[in-house]
């Protein structure tokens, strides 16, 4: 998958991802962005790991899983590392 492809593919996750957890998230499409390609990431590592398939192909559904899951976990961490920031 090319470079565009992934940014793509972890801008949707991101997107997916905020849409499925509870609650406000902050952050605009740039941080949505960051958190759904390190979640794609992560995600293709959890899965070349414990199942042998990673980040193979932008219409894949393994691909898309395993974004999508990369992306809840990063978003869990980053909602645990700014919950107690004051916001202005």
Known sequence: MGILGFLLLGLIAGAIAKLILPGHQGGGWVITLVLGVVGAI???LIGSALFGT???GFFDLSS???AI???LI???IYGAVTKNRSRA
């Open 42 to 44: 992560l995600g293709g």
């Open 54 to 56: 990673g980040i193979d």
């Open 64 to 66: 898309w899983l395993l």
């Open 69 to 71: 899951g990369g992306a």
């Open 74 to 76: 990063v978003l869990i």
